[in-house]
């Protein structure tokens, strides 16, 4: 019988390992890979997170609009903002939003933010809506030249835009006026706060105060005009010089009462406040060449009411106008508090005029 011969070791297979042996390397694999993985994305997400804590860059009053259209994807709206110098990479921004389950939870709007903000500061802002809005507050009596300052010092709009508008607008009928008023929307920009989201143009600002106005303006204030003899255009002229001349509540029907019997007995108003109008600035003391510069709304030269008004009433002035003090007084002069002194003659205007000026 031929003997086998053995086969070197060299060319032996290998000795197969046991099923435990296998699993025990398996564990070993899956640890030493999966630990630097775990550590790996909580370092990215830590990262991330204290990226979202700091400011884009440290430069306060560095406003950005912002308009995050309807339908954007996280991505998109990522790109807006990179493109904007908001956020060093659209990436960053797409991996905040889903970290935090907001990616579809952005809405759309005009936004104003800064680059002095937070990431996370402009990911919350965006998830809860809040779109940009410019608060614009109109002082009872202000003129359209000082609420165009207004207007721009807010970043509302532009200040001579805005003028130049206001001198031809007057998309309601009793807004209707001669050629030689100033402003045709003088008078009839309502003071009030009003709120304005980004993007408002000046024309959709002089909308929305004209529109306040007329809104004040009832159908039984229209009708008790009407008892009055006067026109709703008549009684924002008037009440511009109430609330242009009157510094005490109390002063406001009485200083229209007079008003409405000089008219009615064919005197000129003369009312500093007009002379003021045309000056561009309230003078305290008018000289009597003031009194004699050649305008339509120079009170002192012209009987009845100037061509438009001279100034944006309140309500409260509206209402004097409309429910004026029943007295004889036909003259007033204001103390250096403020409060008026009313006469019924010229003789007891003059000596009151030097109770005031001791």
């Not at 003997?3 to 899956?30: C, V």
């Not at 030249?145 to 807010?154: H, N, S």
């Not at 508008?165 to 030689?180: E, F, G, I, R, T």
């Not at 409309?322 to 003789?347: I, M, N, R």
Request: glycine share 6%; charged share 20%; with cysteine.
């Amino acid at each position: 019988m031929t003997k086998i011969p053995k086969i070197p070791k060299i060319l032996q297979m290998p000795k197969m390992p046991n099923i435990a042996q296998i699993t025990y390397f398996g564990k070993y694999l899956h640890l030493r890979w999966l630990l630097p993985l775990i550590i790996g994305i909580f370092l990215v997400f830590f990262m991330i997170y204290e990226f979202a804590a700091t400011p884009v860059a440290a430069v306060a009053n560095s406003e950005v609009n912002v308009t995050i259209k309807q339908g954007m994807t996280s991505d998109e709206i990522g790109q807006v903002l990179y493109d904007k110098g908001l956020f060093p990479s659209a990436m960053i921004f797409r991996l905040y939003a889903r970290m935090y389950g907001l990616e579809h939870s952005l809405q759309a709007g005009d936004y104003l933010f800064n680059k002095d903000m937070t990431i996370r500061h402009m990911v919350d802002m965006m998830a809860r809506g809040e779109t940009a809005s410019r608060t614009l507050l109109v002082p009872e009596g202000y003129t359209i030249d000082q609420i165009a300052q207004l207007v721009e010092k807010t970043k509302i709009g532009k200040a001579q835009m805005f003028k130049q508008l206001a001198v031809n607008y007057a998309p309601y009928d009793d807004m209707v006026s001669s050629a030689d008023v100033t402003y045709k929307a003088e008078g009839y920009l309502f003071p009030a706060t009003y709120q304005f989201s980004s993007g408002v143009t000046e024309q959709q600002v002089l909308d929305a105060m004209t529109t306040q106005f007329h809104n004040r303006f009832t159908s039984e204030m229209v009708s008790r005009a009407a008892e009055e003899g006067l026109s709703v255009r008549q009684v924002v002229i008037l009440a511009s010089l109430v609330e242009k001349e009157a510094q005490k509540e109390a002063d406001r029907s009485v200083i229209a009462g007079v008003f409405l019997n000089r008219l009615r007995q064919a005197m000129p108003l003369q009312s500093c406040a007009t002379i003021q109008y045309i000056l561009g600035y309230p003078k305290a003391e008018l000289s009597v060449q003031d009194t004699e510069l050649p305008s339509p709304y120079n009170t002192y030269q012209h009987n009845g009411l100037p061509p438009g008004p001279i100034a944006n009433p309140g309500m409260a002035s509206i209402m004097a106008v409309l429910y004026p003090a029943q007295t004889d007084y036909l003259y007033f002069v204001a103390d250096k508090q403020g409060a008026h002194h009313f006469s019924k003659t010229y003789e007891e205007h003059l000596l009151a005029i030097q109770q005031v000026t001791q």
